[in-house]
């Protein structure tokens, strides 16, 4: 029903017969002659028709022609269309399918609301924007493949139908109408199965594999999300982090060269990022850098900053370059900022001539040499304005990490056409939750700690131990989380015994793994990159929603086929399970 | 950890270093010289150790040990490993992980229970022969996705957590936490899925895509299985089959060249392989042919004959060469077979010299010129068996089926280097089903009836009515089925009509289809290749289970994490269900 594609025609088609399918789009009246803009996948081209046929047409219906390429008349030309030289006069029209008027426009400027929008996916992807961001991804994901099948990788399959974990919060759940009053799992990632495999002497596995979290979906998730799992054997981390590196700067490289990148990725370690960014995903497009200038601030006799350094808090210096000069109204508006990223205040010095001495508090201004000092030290120069943020240490660099992002977003420090890749390594191994007053993974409870640490795991410094976890971040966002693995059963459970489990829970719930390790588990490391957010990047999108075919909206719904929702009292009944109002 | 892989040695590297990592396999011990086969997924490598270290090791401890290549030998070459010219001087040994011992020898001979193998599935991997298949599935799948990508198909992910059918009795399903009472359902197919992205204006879609069906399970079926889905906008019938010849084809030549296969695959309409196999998915390496003879059955006086015919049952023939003289005793097995396969019984006629005549039941004996004409039309040879078989259509094409292959087994007739594709097209688009006294699809009611066949929607011979349905099968296996579709919302109400649903169920259930249909969708048409039995069919697989990496048991059983199990009290009050007792 088509020789060629509505996109595909050139000036080289002048001349020749052709037959297109497609959609009615754009339609122009000129002097009684009318043409219609036919859509397809691949673009736009015009038809021309005789008023007659054109009036049976209308918006979206689907048809096929057939006719004569021909070049535009001069002057009529579209060079903002690849089609743009030619035009197809038609000489028979057969109409496959009318249209119903379609509730918005197909067109990449729609206004509509995002809810109809999914209400009506199906027309919503008939916008070209959309149809490329579904190739993107294709690209996207065909590319991974082909570089990890040339690295000697296999994509392999591991169930969506697994075990659930006890207390498992956010498992979806399934029961399983054979073994009444039981249940499957959907995984929340393969990660056990892909350790598995390494035991099975896989040593080079893959998989884009389809991951579920049933949790208050936060601003931009989705209740099943798609990874690119990977893990390999014998290796150390840089042979991971070389390989991710490589994938990711191809990639970018070969589909959307209209980003900047540099390579090799910045390697980072954790304690440097939080000192420097005060955050372990930094973007860094632009510098913003900090300084803890906790020790300067015990100089002063400044009431806010003795409090937070006598209960063990920081004090933090960010320069923020050329806003010397804000008035104090600007000032109390940054304050005000803040304070809606919960902080309690900000502090702040303007370096704005010779004399340069800084108001931390009503009747308390510091020296000239102090300042300098601090300037000094925030490596600010004339003319910069420096803030000080104090707090206990993971607050403040919240905080002012967040100041960071706020005033790059304002100033328009960060060049929307780089991806300023880069790797965060030597994680710590654990973290103290305070809310449940326990030592928690910093990565997951299968991270190594890093090699000659195991003695400190019956030390009390746990907070100190390095980890070999590793995270890929860019502009931002991370984009990659993975580590070396442990795969001796002795260090495994001494890990879990630490996180809290006793011995019968260890067993319950990771008695499988363990019993594996005990068969010559070979050493291995892998990583898990999201795919859904690397597209959206890739794609310019602002959403995750953007290139999913048919996602949820944030509260889980598929807005299109109405789901979730009620079932049979009979289907109930068949799997043994009741609804408890 | 290795600068090689073990399998990759060759003469070449003759005196060079190498540091490989591996698990320990068979030991020989030749006058105080220890060999050892050290594995690894690439394959074997012997190394030649000292006592002393050898005698540290045990069967599958995972090792590494750097050397030096030397040439084995003359005269202890092993032609039968690629490996075989060379060994390993073992200069550093590192042991990587002990192992204690496994429960079953790691080798391809393996006599372990099933059921202990997939207890241990990560140790029942390590076999050579499940590496293998492991890499023909991802090498299978890599084609296909590469050959799609290449014909301008976009891979595109469908939801995994989709709206539930009311009565979907198949499906399984998944509470939602966040709509309490509320269930998303597992997908049995993306077929509704595909179907809207050709609305979308997509074009060419497919996906591997994981389903699920939640039924007793029968020989070789899994809950959770894979196949490649496609959709194609646009097209007829032999635009499908010839992408999917042009798949296979070139699949099976690339990937396992030991096959013979016949291009252009044999297109065969639904009624001639009824008639001459007795099956819609016939094996074809072998002939056996049935032809109808109720004709010349009905000029016999045998009482079988006449009941059945005058019940409008049918009378099939089937030639079996070469076995005319077979004992009274044979054919009384041969009945017994047929027994019980579900037949009440079974003629036959034994072709064995000139002045054949056929005692078809004790008393009727047939003339020389009926037994000729006989042969004729089952195109028989002197010293041939005719079997005969009456029954109602249906049931004495299944008994005669069930017969022709158990005969071409014990004959050995099918060439087991032979993968005989053909494509069976012309469905019925309806079969009546006597269980529930109610028209059903052949296929699925998304099916179109063939062109010009729609007015015979309204009359009353609904069995006649061609569809535009297609199977690829593979000796005497149904590979993939499809079909063009329904575009037109008119045309596919009147369907679901047929099928016997009310006006409300339609919308409640196929309401979003509908609709979408409303809106110029186009002619569209696919198919769902199983990709499980294919990449069993290509690694000579028995059971689907040894390409699957983790399989479940018959009963959807995980022997190795243990699933589905039970759950906490705390998970099923979060999802606001109670387990019935």
Redesign the interface.
């Known amino acids: 029903?088509?020789t060629q594609d509505c996109g595909a025609l050139r000036a080289a088609h002048d001349s020749t017969a052709t037959t297109l399918?497609?959609?009615?789009s754009r339609r122009r009246d000129h002097g009684g002659i009318i043409f219609i803009d036919l859509?397809?996948?691949s673009g736009y081209v015009q038809i021309v028709l005789n008023p007659e046929t054109a009036e049976r047409l209308r918006s979206?219906?689907?048809v096929?022609v057939t006719g004569t390429v021909r070049l535009r008349p001069e002057g009529s030309e579209n060079p903002a269309l690849p089609t743009g030289e030619v035009e197809v006069m038609v000489e028979g029209l057969t109409v496959?399918?009318?249209?119903?008027t379609?509730p918005f426009y197909i067109t990449d400027d729609v206004d509509a609301d995002e809810s109809l929008r999914l209400r009506?996916?199906?027309?919503d992807?008939?916008r070209p924007k959309m149809?490329d961001n579904?190739?993107l991804?294709?690209q996207t994901?065909?590319y991974i493949?082909d570089y990890l099948?040339g690295h000697g990788f296999?994509?392999?399959?591991?169930?969506?139908?697994?075990?659930?974990t006890?207390?498992?919060?956010r498992?979806?759940?399934?029961?399983?109408?054979?073994?009444?009053?039981?249940?499957?799992?959907?995984p929340q990632s393969p990660q056990q199965?892909k350790q598995?495999?390494m035991?099975?002497?896989?040593?080079r596995y893959f998989q884009i594999a389809?991951c579920?979290r049933?949790e208050?979906l936060r601003a931009d998730r989705q209740?099943?999300f798609?990874q690119l799992d990977l893990e390999m054997?014998?290796?150390e981390e840089e042979d991971v982090l070389g390989l991710i590196e490589g994938l990711y700067a191809g990639l970018v490289r070969e589909l959307t060269p209209q980003f900047k990148i540099k390579t090799p990725f910045q390697r980072l370690p954790y304690a440097d990022a939080m000192a420097r960014f005060g955050s372990d995903k930094p973007d860094l497009r632009y510098g913003l850098e900090m300084a803890d200038v906790s020790d300067l601030a015990a100089e002063t006799e400044f009431r806010v900053f003795r409090g937070i350094l006598d209960r063990g808090g920081i004090i933090k210096a960010m320069a923020v370059p050329g806003k010397g000069g804000l008035t104090g109204a600007d000032m109390r508006r940054m304050e005000d900022t803040a304070k809606e990223f919960g902080a309690a205040g900000m502090s702040h010095v303007r370096l704005t001539g010779d004399d340069d001495d800084a108001l931390l508090s009503p009747g308390l201004r510091m020296p000239v040499e102090w300042v300098r000092r601090l300037a000094e030290r925030a490596e600010a120069q004339r003319g910069d304005l420096i803030l000080l943020m104090a707090g206990p240490a993971r607050l403040a660099n919240q905080w002012l990490a967040a100041m960071r992002s706020h005033l790059a977003a304002q100033m328009e420090l960060a060049d929307p056409a780089m991806l300023s890749f880069a790797f965060v390594t030597d994680f710590p191994l654990f973290q103290w939750d305070d809310a449940t007053e326990r030592w928690d993974s910093a990565h997951h409870p299968f991270t190594a700690p890093a090699p000659g640490c195991e003695a400190m795991l019956d030390g009390e410094d746990l907070a100190s131990i390095p980890s070999r976890a590793y995270d890929l971040v860019c502009n931002g966002s991370e984009l990659a989380s993975g580590s070396i693995r442990i795969?001796?059963r002795e260090l495994q459970e001494k890990i879990f015994s630490i996180l809290g489990y006793s011995a019968e829970q260890i067993s319950e719930r990771f008695g499988?793994i363990l019993e594996?390790?005990?068969?010559?588990?070979?050493?291995h490391g892998g990583i898990a990159p999201g795919i859904d957010r690397l597209v959206a990047m890739l794609a310019g999108a602002d959403s995750l929603r953007e290139v999913?075919?048919?996602p949820?909206t944030q509260?889980?719904?598929?807005l299109?086929?109405?789901?979730?929702?009620?079932?049979?009292a009979?289907?109930l009944?068949?799997?043994?399970?009741?609804?408890?109002?």
Not at 120 to 123: A, D, F, H, I, Q
Not at 171 to 186: C, E, I, K, Q, W
Not at 516 to 523: I, K, M, N, R, T
């Open positions: 029903m088509k399918s497609g959609w009615v859509r397809d996948r979206e219906w689907c096929e496959l399918n009318p249209s119903l379609p009506y996916r199906y027309l992807l008939r149809q579904l190739r991804r294709h994901v065909k493949r099948d296999l994509e392999i399959e591991t169930p969506i139908l697994i075990k659930s006890p207390e498992g919060a498992d979806y759940l399934v029961p399983s109408r054979t073994h009444p009053g039981n249940f499957y799992a959907l199965l598995l495999l035991v099975s002497g896989v040593e389809r579920f049933d208050d209740p099943e798609t054997s014998f290796v795969h001796q499988h594996a390790f005990d068969y010559g588990a070979p050493p999913i075919a048919f949820k509260s889980g719904s598929d299109l086929f109405g789901a979730p929702s009620g079932v049979d009979g289907q009944r068949d799997l043994a399970i009741r609804i408890v109002e």
